[in-house]
C-alpha cells in the first residue's frame, strides 16, 4: 500500500515523500521592489521536508499584483533575491516550484505602479473589498483584456517562469484557483465575452490551457503545473455547474503533459474523483474540510488512491517539520492567525520544530 511517505516520481524528479507546502500568501515581501528577504529564505528552508514546497502567489507582471508586499518576479532583483531562497532549500534538502499568481480583477489601483489599473477578461468588478496600505478599498471594474492584451499576458508568465528557472527554482505552478486571473476566465460570471476566450466552456478553458502550453514549451512540461479550484467562491466566482468547463481543460492539456495538477477541493468529491481519473500526471489534493485545518485524518487518502500527493496550508505554515510530525501522529503547533499576513518574524519563522 502506498503511503504520504513514500517518494513518488514528478516527471523525472524523485520527491522523498508525497506532503506539499501549499502555496499561502505572506506578504511580507519588504525587500526592495517586491523582493523576498532573508527571513523569506529561512521560512522557506526550514520547511525543505517537504516532497515539494510550492512557494506563495508571485506575481508575473507590476499589473498582476492584487495585494501589498507580495513578491514578483519580473525584475532582476526580484529573480536576485529568489536565488537566496531557493539557494537555502536546496542546500536543506527540498525542492520548490514557484507559484505564478496573476490576480487579474482582485486588487486596487493603489497597490500598482504608473497609472496602472486591475484588468480582467470582462469589465465586471467583483464584489467586496481588497485590503491596502490605506485599509479596505471596494474592487473596482477591470480594464478588459484585448487580443493584444491577452497574448503580453501569456508572454508576462513565460517571462517570469523563466525567471524562476534563472533564479533556481525547480518548477512553476501557474495559478487557475481561488478567483484569480485563469479562474475569472474559466467562470461564467466573470468572463462574459462573446469572442474566442468566452462563451463555450472550451473558449472559457481557452486562457488557461495557453498559460499552462506557453509556459510548458519555455521551461519543459515537466517543470510545469497547475492549480485549479473548480466551484471555489472566492474572488466573487460563481460556477454552479463547473464540470463542464474543468473537462474542457483537462482536454485541452493533454497534449501539454504538464507534470501536476494541483487542486484545491470546493465541490463534491464526485468531482475530484473525475478529475483524478481523467488527468495523466501527478494529481496534488487540498483536501475539503469542514471547521478544521487539513490534518493527519486527511494521509488516508494517498493510501486509498484518491490522490498521488497532499498540500496542507495552515498546518505546514505553523508546523516546520510537519512531514516529521504527521509520520509521528503529532503533537502540532497550532497557527497563529493574527500572523498570517504581513508583519515581522513572528508567526513567520519563529514556529519551533520538534525537540530531538
Not at 496602472?116 to 485590503?131: R, T
Request: glycine share 12%; no cysteine.
Amino acid at each position: 500500500m502506498t503511503t504520504a511517505f513514500d517518494p513518488v516520481d514528478l516527471s523525472g524528479t524523485r520527491l522523498p515523500n508525497r506532503i506539499v507546502m501549499a502555496p499561502m500568501t505572506r506578504s511580507r515581501a519588504h525587500g526592495p521592489g517586491q523582493a523576498p528577504t532573508a527571513a523569506t529564505a529561512a521560512y522557506y528552508a526550514q520547511r525543505a521536508s517537504a516532497g515539494l514546497i510550492v512557494t506563495e502567489g508571485v506575481q508575473p507582471s507590476p499589473v498582476g499584483q492584487g495585494y501589498p508586499d507580495t513578491p514578483g518576479l519580473h525584475s532582476a532583483a526580484q529573480v536576485a533575491a529568489w536565488r537566496s531562497v531557493t539557494d537555502a532549500v536546496h542546500a536543506a534538502g527540498g525542492r520548490i516550484f514557484a507559484q505564478l499568481m496573476h490576480t487579474g480583477r482582485i486588487g486596487h489601483p493603489s497597490l500598482l505602479p504608473d497609472g496602472l489599473v486591475p484588468v480582467g477578461p470582462s469589465p465586471v468588478a467583483a464584489a467586496g473589498k481588497v485590503y491596502t496600505a490605506a485599509g479596505p478599498k471596494e474592487f473596482v471594474t477591470p480594464r478588459e483584456l484585448t487580443e493584444d492584451d491577452i497574448a503580453r499576458t501569456l508572454e508576462d508568465h513565460v517571462v517570469a517562469a523563466r525567471n524562476a528557472v534563472a533564479a533556481g527554482f525547480d518548477g512553476v505552478e501557474l495559478h487557475g484557483a481561488n478567483g484569480y486571473l485563469a479562474h475569472q476566465f474559466l467562470a461564467p460570471n466573470s468572463n462574459r465575452r462573446t469572442d474566442a476566450w468566452g462563451g463555450s466552456p472550451e473558449r472559457r478553458a481557452r486562457f488557461a490551457v495557453e498559460m499552462v502550453a506557453a509556459v510548458a514549451g519555455a521551461i519543459g512540461a515537466e517543470r510545469t503545473g497547475l492549480r485549479i479550484s473548480p466551484g471555489n467562491p472566492l474572488g466573487d466566482i460563481a460556477e454552479p455547474e463547473p464540470e463542464a468547463a474543468y473537462l474542457a481543460l483537462l482536454r485541452g492539456l493533454e497534449p501539454v503533459g504538464p507534470a501536476y495538477l494541483h487542486l484545491a477541493e470546493t465541490a463534491d468529491r464526485a468531482l475530484t474523483l473525475e478529475l483524478r481519473k481523467r488527468f495523466g500526471g501527478v494529481f496534488i489534493l487540498n483536501a475539503r474540510t469542514e471547521g478544521r485545518f487539513s490534518g493527519p485524518q486527511e494521509l488516508a487518502l494517498i493510501e486509498d488512491g484518491t490522490a498521488d500527493m497532499l498540500s496542507y496550508g495552515a498546518l505546514f505554515l505553523a508546523n516546520p517539520d510537519l512531514p516529521r510530525r504527521l509520520r509521528a501522529g503529532g503533537p502540532y503547533n497550532t497557527p497563529d492567525r493574527a500572523t498570517y499576513y504581513g508583519g515581522d518574524e513572528r508567526g513567520y519563522t519563529d514556529y519551533p520544530a520538534l525537540a530531538d
